[in-house]
C-alpha cells in the first residue's frame, strides 16, 4: 500500500491503531533508516510484543509507543504521513459507549491532534472495513456507517479529500485526505460537525 500512496525514503508516519504491525514494518522498510515509523497502540500486550519484533528484525527505525485513544503522542508538524486503519469504527463505538455514560467523545479530540501533529501538506490515509462488506466483524460494526459524519469533522480540521484507492479484495475502504493550510474552525462546530 506504501507505494501506492508514494511513501518515500525519509518520511515520517504514525501507524495509528499498528496492532501486530502489518503496515508499520513494510513502512519502515520503504523510509529507510532517514525516516521513522511510530507504531501506536493502546493495548500494553501488543506494545511488549512489537517491541520483540522490533529487536528480532533490527528495524531500528520503527518505534512503538504506548498511546491514548485521541493523542498520536507527537510533536507539534513532525509527521508527513498518519495511517489509521480499522481505527475510526473503533473510535466510533469508543464514542457511543462514552455517549452513554454521559463522557464526552475522543473523535474530535483525535482529529484536532491528527492536524496539529501533520506538517503542512501532510497526508491522512484511513482505511476500514466497507459497510458493503458481508461478514463485517462485530468490532467494526460502525466501521463505514457515519463517513460523512467524519469527512464533516475531518474538513472542520482543515483536511481535503483526494481520493480513495480500490477496496482490497472489495472488504476494505481506503480514503486519502491533505491537510490544507486553512485554519481549523472552531471546536463546537467541531464537536457538531457541521
Known amino acids: 500500500m506504501g507505494a501506492l500512496l508514494g ?6 508516519i504514525a501507524d495509528l491503531g499498528a496492532g501486530h504491525g502489518w503496515f508499520s514494518f513494510p513502512f519502515a522498510r520503504m523510509v529507510g533508516s532517514e525516516g521513522s515509523v511510530v507504531a501506536l497502540e493502546i493495548e500494553p500486550a501488543v506494545i511488549s510484543l512489537l ?14 509507543v504506548l498511546s491514548r ?3 498520536l503522542m ?5 509527521l508527513e504521513w498518519i495511517f489509521a486503519a480499522e481505527v475510526l469504527g473503533l473510535v ?6 462514552r455517549a452513554r455514560r454521559g463522557e ?7 482529529f484536532q491532534d491528527m492536524r496539529r501533529s501533520l506538517a503542512p501538506g501532510g497526508t491522512l490515509v484511513v482505511s476500514g472495513v466497507s459497510p458493503a462488506f458481508e461478514n463485517l ?13 467524519w469527512r464533516k469533522m475531518l474538513d472542520a480540521e482543515g483536511f481535503q479529500q483526494l481520493g ?9 475502504e481506503v480514503q486519502i485526505f491533505r491537510l490544507s493550510g486553512e485554519p481549523p474552525r472552531d471546536e463546537d462546530s467541531l464537536r457538531s460537525g457541521g
Open 7 to 12: 511513501i518515500q525514503p525519509g518520511d515520517d
Open 51 to 64: 517491541e520483540h519484533q522490533v529487536r528480532v528484525t533490527g528495524q531500528d527505525n520503527l518505534r512503538p
Open 69 to 71: 485513544p485521541d493523542s
Open 74 to 78: 507527537s510533536e507539534p508538524g513532525s
Open 92 to 97: 466510533e463505538g469508543a464514542d457511543a459507549r
Open 104 to 110: 464526552p467523545p475522543l473523535a474530535p479530540a483525535l
Open 137 to 149: 466483524p462485530r468490532y467494526a460494526s460502525g466501521a463505514g456507517r457515519e463517513l460523512g459524519l
Open 164 to 172: 480513495s484507492l480500490e477496496p482490497f479484495n472489495g472488504d476494505f
